[in-house]
């Protein structure tokens, strides 16, 4: 038994955002193969294609898809971190980052797609689960 109860809802939610990220990555990668486009010079020659001065839709959408995990992820990783070190109960943990994870998964699928507004209340979503993360955090380490 780990000190850390809610360690395993911790790395579970760790591994599927690992999953998130990397199946971005192989739809990016896909999509630019059958599109053919490559804005590098060197990406262009390696498959004998011409650099091109925009991406495919998809490729642009992936893109986007990062940059908004590159700005969210971490966020959200450091706060689970430090409230699982804090000793968070394992069942809220498991919620929490389980609800989390699955907004970010949904967040992903109506970004690719277009969906408005689903986009934004699945972000405002993932959003919620992060502040109530900080606010469990807060009190947990303020009334220690």
Same mark, same amino acid.
């Given at each position: 038994?780990?000190?850390?109860?809610? /360690?395993?809802?911790?790395?579970? =939610?760790?591994?599927?955002?690992?999953?998130?990220?990397?199946?971005?990555?192989?739809?990016?990668? @896909?999509? *630019?193969?059958?599109?053919?486009?490559?804005?590098?010079?060197?990406? =262009?020659? +390696?498959?004998?294609?011409?650099?091109?001065?925009?991406?495919? &839709?998809?490729?642009?959408?992936?893109?986007?898809? %990062?940059?908004?995990?590159?700005?969210?992820?971490? #966020?959200?990783? @450091?706060?689970?971190?430090? %409230? +699982?070190?804090?000793? =968070?109960?394992? @069942?809220?943990? /498991?919620?929490?980052?389980? #609800?989390?994870?699955?907004? *970010? /998964?949904?967040?992903?699928?109506?970004?690719?797609?277009? #969906?408005?507004? %689903?986009? =934004?209340?699945?972000?405002?979503?993932?959003?919620?689960?992060? /502040?109530?993360?900080?606010?469990? #955090?807060? %009190? *947990?380490?303020?009334? &220690?």
């Amino acid at each position: 038994m780990s000190a850390y109860p809610a /360690w395993p809802a911790f790395v579970c =939610a760790l591994l599927a955002l690992f999953a998130k990220t990397t199946a971005t990555s192989v739809l990016q990668v @896909v999509s *630019r193969l059958r599109a053919r486009t490559f804005l590098l010079p060197e990406d =262009a020659a +390696m498959l004998r294609a011409r650099p091109v001065l925009e991406e495919a &839709a998809i490729v642009r959408r992936c893109a986007a898809v %990062w940059r908004n995990d590159v700005e969210n992820l971490p #966020l959200f990783l @450091v706060l689970a971190l430090s %409230w +699982m070190l804090s000793g =968070a109960e394992p @069942v809220e943990a /498991w919620l929490l980052f389980g #609800l989390y994870v699955g907004l *970010r /998964w949904l967040h992903t699928g109506a970004y690719l797609a277009g #969906l408005q507004p %689903w986009r =934004a209340i699945l972000y405002l979503g993932s959003l919620a689960v992060c /502040w109530t993360i900080a606010v469990r #955090l807060a %009190w *947990r380490v303020l009334a &220690a």
